[in-house]
């Protein structure tokens, strides 16, 4: 522990190095580089996670998902004001994974319920923000005897990398679209860059099991998608946002349970209804989320086929062209300085049918049209 205390000082006299000029031109991007250093580590533990108040309550209650054909149980852990982090409990082999185990206090009451006999194997970090990987280090810190692998991509966890080495703990680093195996257990990693570069959605694909019923798949998305929404682009454009969309589209199967970083399904869905009143099922989620909201529940877990159904950030690209959403974006982002005349001739082109739409227009113009969704919902301006 003396070493974090003396590495901080380090990074500290890094931070201030970074100069008062950064503060004043972008204070936000300053507050993060600052919040990205070990200091970040502190003041989440510290302020977020209240210290050693070891009686914290939980932001939610939540339900498990068990399959038992295949022995497998996912357990979702609030954290902090609306944070999750999730336990996956191969119940035949008795080993967990944990994804983003931040509230390593949380965390370890809950496997003591989920079994005590259990055992850590690996821990999945989606990305590098403290609010998600704080609790790696505490885990390794008791792994006396290094059974405990953490994975992570190689671009927000180098392996020499001076938090990595001393509080992220990545020693598996993954790269995209790599598959890997933890017990019955197979994983696909998936990179996501926009909310940070080296941002990884793990999907849970199989098990091995004996048995012939289909395996349900699960997306742990971390900050790359929410109920409703996406995480901000911190270290991103909305080319980027267009880029992982796309992909994602093409990646995730649409009966994929989709596990989240953060419950912000009430705020994300009331701000997607202000932008397409005539989605019928994006209203029903809503009401859904609502009423779970009341009575305490979190709104976890979605799918992906309901997603594609409501989260204007993967309808702006929608294979049928939604008017309603494009028009809303526009009329609402007019002071947006990058809204251009392109971007309404584009959707005038698709409206009408008229023959084919240069493709790189359309991308062009979907990628302004996500970085203005970005914007209206980061300023509240709706």
Known sequence: MATWHTATITAAAAVAALGVSLVLANPMRALLAIFNTPIGFYAFRRFALGGKNKNRQPHCT???????HHGVRIVPVPYASDNYGYIIHDQEEDIFVLVDPADSESFHRALRAVSPTGSIVAILTTHH????????????ASDTENRIDVYGSHIDFPVNGFTNRGWHRVNKQVADGERFKIGRMTFA????????????????????????????PSAFTGDAFFVGGCGRFFEGSGTDMHTLVAKCVAEIAPNTLIWPGHEYALANLAFAARL????IALQAKLKEAESKKQSGMGTIPSSWAAELAHNPFLRVQSKVRNTELWDNIIRNASSTKRIGDYIKLAQEVVRKEAGVIDANVLKEAEAEMLTALRQLKDTGKL
């Open 62 to 68: 939540t339900d498990c998902w068990d399959n038992s």
């Open 129 to 140: 923000h403290w609010d998600h990987s704080s609790g790696n280090a505490i885990f390794k």
């Open 189 to 216: 990693a998936l990179l996501v860059s926009c909310h940070t570069r080296g941002h990884l959605i793990y999907t849970l694909e199989s098990v091995s099991s004996t048995t012939k019923d289909i395996f349900q």
């Open 276 to 279: 397409e009143p005539g989605n």
